[in-house]
């Protein structure tokens, strides 16, 4: 079926990956210069400009890191740098390295800039230029092993498990045998899969890795304070926790596990790979992540294209950068909630699909979206983003089998 | 075949999925056979595809979720009062934070 689809068109990027999109991202390195970069993008209303950034003051080496990723991603073509002046955001570095990736990059300092309107002027006119540049550049045939995708469940209910995350789940199938690497993530709603998943490694050690992972996520959230099972699980027909966690397990497929990665660091090559998205040593800034879209942002940071989104509840979020797929599990949120949803899985609840064919139609969709088709978050405008502060160590060597 | 209104999720499991709710009286197909529901079971909610005995595990998605803590007949309501994780150091979590 594949070999006789037209072939995905992408953008191909002077350090050699290809994108989907082709963004202009404008990234505010503190919070005060946030309104500028408002203004800027505001100025695009319609156009592929993003905007992104990290509010703090003061350092964090993952912020930095997530930053230049986000900056380098594939679907970027150029980045617009946004400084107050006084914050600890390392500016230059970043620079560098979107120079370094062939981008073309500019900061502007706020403080030296003669302020707000000046600032926003100088932004547009740079945006401006970057997208005459950018206009009727030349696609390049893409193949679906080039592909990162991630997938992530929010706004979960009973039906999550039994529809959203098993088609998703066979559409990862389907895209790791053509060759793409897909990621999945949520170490903490992975509790008592660990065993299960360790198995599906390629090698012992790292599945010993994947059991340390969710181990790890155990800790945190018992420090935190959460309890791992709510009533309204029980009331859901979910009886057990390795049974909730195993809704939000499904949709990594049943491929092997190649590896375990951690926000920003890109697989390095196809197959099917576990974020491990909960910070490093004692519980420091908080929740692991504030809300969905700081999951999507990892995502994104560790090079996906797109982002598959189980709902069951209705989330209508998107992104900034890479478009997210909304997969509805319950039929009774598509009725409501139809114009923010791209798959309607809940229909085998009804018996008007099997499963095989709601994964396959993700599967077709993923290679559409990857061929510039618009999905409904993004029809929508949305451009959800957030990054805030988190700590993590390295991956170690058994991480990544060769 | 399996009565529509009861999902399988994975050929290995022994629990099907009730795809809407199915009220107490009613007859549902399991395998070929008929049996009558003793009680209504809710949207989600999960029945015995075949005979569990005591200690057996419980596989829903091709996996074990639990453990049976006695027999279960097909068609059965399975659930809470016949089913506990094998993963009590979770609940425990839950339990001493209330």
Sequence with gaps: MTGERAPILGYLRPDGRKGIRNIVVVAYLVECAHHVGREIVSH??????????FPGCFPNPYAQRMMERLCTHPNVAAALLLSLGCESFNKFSLSRIVETSGRPVATLTIQENGGTLSTITDGIDWVAQRLEELDGVTRVPMDPSELIIGTICGGSDGTSGMTGNP?????????????????????????????????????LELGDELR????????????????????GNADGGLSTIEEKSMGAYAKSGSSPISGLIKPGDIPPRGGLYLM??????????????????AEIV??????????????????????AIAPVIKICAN???????SGDMDVDAGRILEGRAKLSEVGDEIF??????????????????????????????????????? | MNDPRLLLLSDRDNVLIACRRIDAGEKIVIGRKPHVLAKTIELGHKLARCSIGAGEKVVKYGVPIGSATRAIEPGEHVHIHNLKSDYIRTHLIADTAS
């Design chain 1, 44 to 53: 695009f209303r319609g156009k592929d400009v993003h905007l992104i950034g």
């Design chain 1, 167 to 203: 088609a998703a789940g066979l559409a990862f199938d389907r895209l790791v045998e053509a060759g793409a690497a897909c990621i999945f993530e949520e170490t903490g709603e992975l509790i008592g899969c660990e065993e299960i998943m360790a198995s599906r490694a390629v090698t």
């Design chain 1, 212 to 231: 340390a992972s969710v181990a790890k996520a155990a800790r945190y959230y018992a420090t935190l304070g959460y309890g791992s099972f709510a009533p």
């Design chain 1, 276 to 293: 491990d998205v909960v910070p490093d040593g004692d519980v420091r800034f908080g929740f692991p992540n504030v809300s969905d879209n």
């Design chain 1, 298 to 319: 990892e995502l994104i940071a560790t090079g996906c294209h797109l982002t598959l989104f189980v709902t069951g509840r209705g989330s209508v979020s998107g992104s």
């Design chain 1, 331 to 337: 039929p009774e949120t598509y009725r409501r909630l």
């Design chain 1, 364 to 402: 077709d969709l993923v290679l559409s979206v990857a061929n510039g088709q618009a999905t409904k978050s993004e029809l929508l405008g949305h451009r959800e983003f957030i990054l805030t502060y988190k700590t993590f160590d390295p991956i170690g060597p058994a991480c990544l089998p060769g």
